[in-house]
């Protein structure tokens, strides 16, 4: 995914002068200020956040962060591993000047840091593990009254899905925001490209295909001393229980755009067929690495989906839809039929746009929940797992209200089970 270059001109930065300015006339606006639950001390315009989850996203996003308010300050970091959080530490302290501000008591390791951190004083929370425990954290986030950036997917089975649109709920009722990393919804590009299509550019919607094809991705040795749970942990892409399979961490970015193009409005069925061909080693967990299905929406509607992490193979990533009056490319920005367009408009990093109106919601107190379109691709992308694995043509609400939990035996550094490879016509759907 390329990232397009960096506008610094955000909203957002003239929203906080003119916030801190009144701070500076009167000192008795923190009312309008928005920040939920003494996000300020009292007459300051610090921001405290947190990340948790110190990897390559994460790392990036508290810069991306750091940069969306000059009052923002990072004040914790955990990860499960202490080798991670102290690189992460290293490189966030280089680059965040004057924004880095984290003692050592406010670094934590280990499966309970999430835990840690939302007992600290910090107003924001970056959510950017593995999506596997991106429903509990979030739980924990809003329970404890945190704002929260999260990653994409959010969660990995339709039991995480359920806490996560449950825990949406309290976030509207607490005011507090939720900002997704479904990036594209931020990119001004495809915001520009979508209006256009709602707005008729192409006609009726007869059909969308969403590709993702792309290559093969990291992977981290075993050592002697790794119990298996470290070995999966830090090969989380490989291992369902983890990352929910590439359709789920990866394909989303495009499920999503459907999902979008049908006016969030969730398919009502599903069926494909998926497997793995050139990842067939252990190394490789029990990830597929190659998934097509198809998505029944009302209206007869279809998205046809496909998705692939293999080498040396064709890759393109773009969203193909087909109306009566013309064609779009979403991430190209285009349209052509009976109009003809292309988007010409600024390209801000969309990364950085996130953030941008995440702060600025926090700031207003217009907060921002992106938590119903966040949920509902997650539970799209698990749906097309779902079928591809059991081989079975399954609605909706069956894979909502489906019994599947993929949480493991124990959250301890010991000799986990390796999960099965979904085998299509044998593996049951629960
Ligand atoms: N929006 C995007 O374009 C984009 C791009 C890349 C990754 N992502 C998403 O970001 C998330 C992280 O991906 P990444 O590429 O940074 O992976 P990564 O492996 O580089 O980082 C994940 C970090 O989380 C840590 N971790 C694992 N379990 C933890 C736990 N229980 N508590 C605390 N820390 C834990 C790991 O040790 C690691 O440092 C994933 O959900 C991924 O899908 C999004």
């Known amino acids: 995914m390329s990232r397009p270059t960096t506008n610094n001109n955000s909203p957002n930065r003239r929203n906080f002068l003119g916030t801190s300015a009144a701070v500076a006339a009167g000192g008795a606006v923190l009312g309008s200020l928005g920040l939920a639950r003494s996000a300020h001390a009292a007459g300051s315009d610090i921001i405290k956040i947190a990340l948790i989850g110190c990897g390559g996203r994460g790392t990036v996003a508290a810069q991306d962060a750091a940069q969306a308010d000059p009052g923002i300050r990072l004040t914790a970091m955990a990860d499960l591993f202490p080798d991670r959080l102290a690189s992460s530490r290293k490189t966030l302290q280089d680059k965040?000047?004057?924004k880095y501000a984290v003692a050592d008591d406010h670094c934590f390791t280990g499966f309970n840091a999430y835990k840690q951190v939302m007992e600290s004083d910090v107003n924001v929370v970056l959510?950017?593990?593995p999506p596997h425990f991106r429903p509990m954290m979030l739980k924990a986030a809003i329970a404890a009254g945190k704002h929260v950036?999260?990653?994409k997917p959010v969660a990995v089975d339709a039991p995480g899905c359920r806490s996560?649109?449950?825990?949406v709920e309290e976030a509207k009722k607490k005011d507090l925001s939720i900002v997704s990393g479904l990036c594209w919804r931020y990119d001004l590009g495809v915001r520009e490209t979508m209006k256009k299509i709602k707005d008729g550019a192409i006609g009726e919607i007869l059909s969308i295909q969403e590709n993702y094809l792309t290559g093969t991705l990291w992977q981290v040795p075993r050592t002697p001393k790794m119990s298996e749970m470290e070995y999966q942990c830090r090969n989380w892409l490989y291992y369902t229980w983890l990352s929910g399979d590439h359709i789920v961490e990866q394909h989303i970015h495009s499920l999503d755009k459907g999902l979008w193009l049908n006016n969030d409005n969730p398919p009502v069925a599903a069926y494909g067929?998926?497997?793995?061909?050139?990842?067939?080693?252990?190394e490789y967990g029990n990830a597929y690495d190659h998934f097509a299905v198809v998505y029944e929406f009302p209206?007869?509607?279809?998205?046809h989906s496909y998705t692939r992490q293999m080498a040396k193979c064709w890759p393109e990533v773009e969203d193909h839809v087909i109306g009566t009056k013309g064609r779009a490319k979403v991430l190209d920005?285009?349209?052509t039929g009976e109009t003809s367009w292309k988007y010409s408009g600024p390209k801000p990093n969309m990364y950085k746009v996130e953030h941008d109106e995440l702060f600025a919601g926090i700031r207003s107190g217009k907060h921002l929940n992106n938590g119903t379109y966040m949920t509902r691709s997650t539970l799209m992308a698990i749906m097309g797992r779902m079928v591809c694995y059991t081989g079975k043509r399954l609605t909706w609400d069956e894979c909502l209200n489906s019994s599947e939990d993929l949480t493991p035996p124990t959250y301890e550094f010991v000799d986990i089970p390796v999960p099965e490879i979904a085998v299509p016509g044998e593996t049951k759907f629960a």
């Open 333 to 335: 920005n285009s349209i």
């Open 127 to 129: 959510l950017t593990t």
């Open 96 to 98: 965040l000047g004057e």
């Open 149 to 151: 950036f999260c990653e």
């Open 164 to 167: 996560v649109f449950e825990t």
């Open 273 to 282: 067929l998926g497997g793995r061909q050139a990842r067939t080693g252990p």
């Open 299 to 303: 209206n007869n509607v279809k998205v």
